[in-house]
């Protein structure tokens, strides 16, 4: 920076270097910042000297700002106007590219590129670094670097869908899969049966016999194929019962894992509860001229692609959510199309001496002490069942008709209200008497037919939606805290909830006898289960 007095003291220039000799119009590479003009008459000292001070005071500021602007490269803005439109801003605290401008334009860019198709040719990046590493590479302009976000946001969306579905689809095989541990349980127990005199021996004795149709005692039937569920369902109601020598079991099982079932059953006695197990073979009832929809349900040529196809075969996943997929994969489980499953709706006619039965799932877990279900008056009801339409749990219970039902099918929208409120199957109490005198089993085999005729397509198939119409008007609804649901597909179950309930149910694929099955609520069910018995540890059944 230098100061020039003109030769007659008429005007003072403050020029800054150029930084170059080779500029024209004999200025020799300097800047003129400030010019000041003397009035033609002679000055005095004292104005010179206020002048100088005056200087002396503006100078160094002149310098500051002429280094800001050198060192920000606008050597071209060499005008004070200009130097004022860019600095005068920042001395009084407002940038002229604020953050906010900035995000404000990066927004306007994004809004317009929203809807518009991502150019041909543009290489989406597959990561964050790679972004980074592209940017530094190609210096995209904002409208560049919108499509790429773009681009990013819809390729990880799309992958997370993705990775979504193909867990669900894992884990609707896993759950539908046997463990090896319960094979071989199952094989083990099967050998011990044809082995073992004691195996064989009779459930329960003959002097106890006369029991399994007394109803002054409080009898429970159970249906299942899994020999170490049903040993926990038994154990658990039998540990929570307060008088567990007024308890009666009937454990209804195939042919195939009959002998098996009575191998543990007769292998570990339950003493004082008395416990009977009986094969399908076993009921003279259960012919095929007594339940036809069963062989048309077996028969039917969409049944084995409904449940063996490629379920995400031909599926639209981008309009479907994982939880409607999830579900429908869930609907899908082979153990839809067994007998045992469809056992429920014939039990009036499996126990003709019985009066009142608690029918249990084989996945729940027994809590508290169940005889005062014996005392809960139905009112001329013939099922007692909680209602899954009401509770803080809107994962679990949010279920009306409207969830299970396709309203978009005729027969379906004239004969049901989507916003009827659903209720559990997992624990009920039946009313056989009442039961006797309805038309329950007729409906519920009218209303499968109808399903199959229309090829699947009135609901999701499975044995809770024709049950919900052919026990419509025929359900008293009981308290919430007797069946707590969803242990096997919500795992923000609260523990103290589950800790509450007097039966806990693990609905859904993630049974606490599997590996995919919920770290945190596997407990409740694994203490009740031996892991001393031989069979237990040899067949190195999950242990928690």
Request: glycine share 6%.
């Amino acid at each position: 920076m230098q100061l020039h007095f003109s030769p007659s003291m008429r005007s003072i220039t403050i020029s800054s270097g150029g930084g170059g000799g080779g500029g024209g119009g004999g200025g020799k590479g300097f800047v003129d910042l400030m010019k000041i003009k003397v009035a033609a008459r002679h000055i005095s000292y004292r104005t010179f000297f206020h002048t100088i001070l005056f200087l002396a005071f503006l100078l160094p500021f002149v310098f500051i700002l002429t280094a800001v602007v050198t060192l920000e490269g606008v050597n071209n803005c060499s005008s004070l106007d200009c130097l004022g439109r860019r600095l005068g801003p920042r001395l009084l605290g407002r940038g002229v590219d604020s953050p906010e401008r900035l995000i404000g334009e990066l927004r306007k860019i994004i809004d317009e590129v929203k809807n518009e198709e991502i150019p041909d040719g543009l290489k989406i990046p597959d990561s964050f670094s790679q972004l980074v590493s592209d940017m530094n590479t190609y210096q995209f302009d904002a409208r560049t670097f919108a499509f790429l976000l773009k681009g990013m946001t819809e390729k990880f969306e799309r992958d997370l869908r993705e990775s979504n579905f193909a867990e669900l689809m894992n884990k609707h095989f896993a759950a539908s899969a046997i463990p090896k541990g319960l094979h071989c349980l199952s094989l083990r127990l099967t050998d011990e049966y044809s082995s073992n005199a004691h195996a064989r021996k009779q459930l329960p004795s003959p002097e106890l016999l006369p029991i399994l149709s007394d109803n002054s005692y409080h009898h429970f039937v159970l249906s299942t194929d899994n020999i170490l569920a049903a040993s926990v369902v038994v154990n658990s109601a039998i540990s929570a019962a307060s008088s567990p020598e007024k308890l009666v079991f009937h454990v209804i099982t195939d042919k195939k894992t009959y002998a098996g079932m009575h191998s543990w059953f007769a292998l570990n006695p339950v003493s004082p509860t008395v416990l009977e197990v009986k094969g399908l073979h076993q009921f003279d009832w259960l012919t095929r001229e007594n339940v036809p929809v069963l062989e048309a349900v077996e028969s039917h040529y969409g049944i084995r692609n409904y449940y063996h196809g490629n379920h995400l075969a031909g599926a639209n996943l981008s309009n479907i959510t994982p939880r409607v997929f999830a579900s429908k994969l869930q609907s899908r489980s082979p153990k839809y199309i067994s007998l045992l499953n469809h056992i429920r709706i014939y039990l009036p006619e499996l126990f003709p001496n019985l009066d009142k039965i608690v029918f249990l799932d084989d996945d729940v877990v027994v809590q508290r002490d169940l005889s005062p279900l014996w005392d809960i008056d139905l009112e001329g009801k013939v099922n007692g069942a909680v209602e899954t339409c009401k509770g803080e749990d809107e994962w679990v219970m949010s279920k009306r008709f409207r969830n299970y039902f396709n309203f978009s099918h005729p027969l379906i929208a004239k004969n049901l209200d989507p916003d009827e409120c659903a209720w559990a199957y997992g624990m009920n109490i039946f009313d056989l008497r009442a039961w006797r005198n309805t038309n329950i089993r007729d409906t519920y085999h009218t209303w499968v037919k109808e399903n199959l005729k229309s090829n699947l397509t009135m609901w999701k198939l499975g044995t809770l939606p024709p049950a919900l119409i052919a026990f419509k008007g025929h359900v008293h609804p009981i308290d919430p805290s007797w069946h707590l649901l969803g242990l096997g597909y919500q795992s923000e179950t609260s523990v103290k909830d589950v800790s509450k309930a007097a039966v806990i149910h693990y609905n859904g694929q993630s049974k606490p006898w599997l590996e995919i099955g919920f770290e945190h609520l596997r407990p409740f069910w694994t203490k009740h289960v031996n892991y001393s018995n031989d069979f237990v540890r040899n067949c190195h059944i999950l242990d928690s």
